[in-house]
T-cell receptor, first 111, second 112 residues
Framework: GESVGLHLPTLSVQEGDNSIINCAYS??????FIWYKQESGKGPQFIID?????DKRQGQRVTVLLNKTVKHLSLQIAATQPGDSAVYFCAENITPDKLIFGTGTRLQVFP | EPEVTQTPSHQVTQMGQEVILRCVPI?????FYWYRQILGQKVEFLVSFYNNEISEKSEIFDDQFSVERPDGSNFTLKIRSTKLEDSAMYFCASTATNEKLFFGSGTQLSVL
């Protein structure tokens, strides 16, 4: 199928803590994955991507981990800040011209 | 930083009316997309467009929907006869390499 799902609809963390947002995907043929951040009233904003030939990729304060064996993707945010509060979506390219989004996880950061 | 721009930001229409949503993708991009998001739900793929033709479309993108790139800068989504269930936020996106899509801020369509 084409489903991309998220385990937790809401994640609450304290400022300064690390956040981990998880995602399960079902299409084993997908070879490219992206994490997007969406703030209220705005379009999705690219955070980080990873190809299926990699297990891990790091950006600024963010790390994406890919476990192809169990078809699992995670986004780790280090030292979470109030500005990180948003809905986070994982997405997969099930074909080169079709990016499918997951359900989304709301991240709430408390002072 | 270049960005995808969408107009209008809000569109209110009567059921059965035609609407055209407009997008100006990033200038050197070659792949264009429309997505929609019903309030509180996930972002849903509608259509992808490359080399002046549709590459992929979803089940949502039926005969009431069409896309066009009328000139070198605009990319439009037309809904011929709107239904109540077409009410959603519509996002345009573009990319140079069919990866790393850049999204606009969206058009909120309300069908009354």
């Amino acid at each position: 199928g084409e489903s991309v799902g998220l385990h937790l609809p809401t994640l609450s963390v304290q400022e300064g803590d690390n956040s981990i947002i998880n995602c399960a995907y079902s299409n084993s043929a997908s070879d490219y994955f992206i994490w997007y951040k969406q703030e209220s009233g705005k379009g999705p904003q690219f955070i980080i991507d990873i190809r299926s030939n990699m297990d891990k990729r790091q950006g600024q304060r963010v790390t994406v981990l890919l476990n192809k064996t169990v078809k699992h993707l995670s986004l780790q945010i280090a030292a979470t800040q109030p500005g990180d509060s948003a809905v986070y979506f994982c997405a997969e390219n099930i074909t080169p011209d079709k990016l499918i989004f997951g359900t989304g996880t709301r991240l709430q950061v408390f002072p | 930083e270049p960005e995808v721009t969408q107009t209008p930001s809000h569109q209110v229409t009567q059921m059965g009316q035609e609407v055209i949503l407009r997008c100006v993708p990033i200038s050197n991009h070659l792949y264009f997309y429309w997505y929609r998001q019903i309030l509180g739900q996930k972002v849903e793929f509608l259509v992808s467009f490359y080399n002046n033709e549709i590459s992929e479309k979803s089940e949502i993108f039926d005969d009431q929907f069409s896309v066009e790139r009328p000139d070198g800068s605009n990319f439009t989504l037309k809904i011929r006869s709107t239904k109540l269930e077409d009410s959603a936020m519509y996002f345009c996106a573009s990319t140079a390499t069919n990866e790393k899509l850049f999204f606009g801020s969206g058009t909120q369509l309300s069908v009354l």
